[in-house]
């Protein structure tokens, strides 16, 4: 025990001399942890649209109003020819273009229906796919006000219906930032956990430290968790860090859970990436390698965590 606590005041004191490891660990997880939630936001806004109204109408009117109001399209380009309004898509000033067809309000008065054409840039698939199912809800709400404005509904309803109302219970406002805090705050533990303790024990056989400690009388158990042990220790630091000063100061995003239960699970996440660290530090000679390899390694844990696809 009184060996492992001298390699832990080692361990200590070559992490904090370390000005360039230092600010990897404490500055940059914080840092990010401020601005990748504002930019990691799936809810798409100010989608440039570009609308051809051929008709001219009250109805097309209103239904352009609509879409505007709603908070979702900026109205890039208003005429009534298709090929300068595709014009703007090519120039990537617009990402949809609405196409309102001569005898719009005609139609749809004395037919009883009409439709219109929809154009969508899908360069950029989920800003596209995004787009289209926004400007399809604005439609489908104005065919809606159309319809209640013509038909008006009896008071007593005797047709049966079936309703089915969703709840969402632990983000009831659907706010995003409750969703990306937490993962990106478990993808900087990640970062801590796999890349630092790595990165620490390559440099060791860089500077040729680590053969000295071989000749030592110190058993492999107790350098290994002396290795170990500091990086669990910063891993919980900064995860304390984010989740009560950033998550609940910036965010306002307080845990309503056990904080016990939560620790304990961070604690075991944190033995798992600590050992990926060390097994990456064993196959690599040079720090370069090792951020090869762990590089390698963070891409399939983001992608397959389900942060930021199912």
Known sequence: MRTLLFLLRKEFKQIFRNKGLLPMIFVTPIIQLLVMPLAADFEVKNINISIVDNDHSTYSQKLISKIT????????????????????????????????????????????????????????????????????????????????????????????????????????????RFFMVPGILVTLVTMIGAYMCALNIVKEKEIGTIEQINVTPIKKHIFILGKLIPFWIIGVFVFSIGLFLVGRLVYGIVPQGSILLLYLFLSIFLIALLGIGLLISTY?????????????????FMLMSGLFTS
């Open 284 to 300: 690599s000679e040079t720090q370069q390698q090792a951020m090869s390899v762990a590089f390698f390694f963070m891409m399939i």
């Open 69 to 176: 109001a709603s908070g979702y399209f900026k109205l890039a380009d208003y005429g009534n020819s298709f090929p300068n309004a595709f014009k703007q898509i090519e120039k990537d000033k617009s990402d949809l273009i609405l196409e309102i067809p001569q005898g719009f309000e005609k139609n749809l008065i004395r037919e009883n229906r009409q439709k219109v054409f929809i154009a969508v840039n899908a360069i950029n698939g989920s800003k596209a796919t995004l787009g289209g199912s926004y400007l399809g809800s604005v439609i489908a709400e104005f065919n809606a006000d159309v319809r209640l404005q013509w038909n008006i509904p009896d008071r007593i309803n005797n047709t049966p219906t079936i309703q089915a109302t969703s709840i969402n219970w632990y983000n009831p406002l659907l706010n995003y």
